[in-house]
């Protein structure tokens, strides 16, 4: 059985927070999103097409790491979130079941 983590980094606060998804669907993870997050206010996540949604209720900004890499600003947030995962998954005898998406 695989699991989803959708995990969330705020700049200002540094706060990091991570919820399992019951599915993976664009439906589940917008609603995932709004429930943690104030309309109106800027995301920054990968383009994972579950994202798509986004731009409806935020200033959606999506970073393709493939293209430009791990720089400073925006690639920092996405990278925070990963760091999470890389210390979860160092953590967890059975990480081969987990899969992370980053906001």
């Given at each position: 059985?695989r699991?989803w983590?959708?995990?969330?980094?705020e700049?200002?606060?540094k706060?990091?927070?991570?919820?399992?998804m019951?599915?993976?669907?664009e439906?589940?993870?917008t609603?995932?999103?709004?429930?943690?997050?104030q309309?109106?206010?800027?995301?920054?996540?990968?383009f994972?097409r579950g994202?798509?949604?986004?731009?409806?209720?935020?200033v959606?900004?999506?970073i393709n790491?493939?293209k430009?890499?791990?720089?400073?600003g925006?690639?920092?947030?996405?990278?925070?979130?990963?760091?999470?995962?890389?210390?979860?998954?160092?953590?967890?005898?059975?990480?081969?079941t987990i899969r992370?998406?980053?906001?």
């Open positions: 059985m699991v983590v959708l995990g969330f980094y700049r200002g606060t706060d990091v927070r991570a919820f399992v019951k599915d993976r669907t439906v589940t993870c609603q995932m999103i709004r429930d943690s997050i309309e109106g206010a800027e995301i920054i996540t990968d994972w994202y798509n949604m986004c731009k409806e209720f935020y959606h900004r999506a790491k493939a430009y890499g791990s720089g400073m925006e690639y920092q947030t996405t990278s925070r979130v990963e760091s999470l995962w890389h210390i979860i998954k160092r953590n967890i005898h059975t990480y081969s992370f998406h980053t906001l």
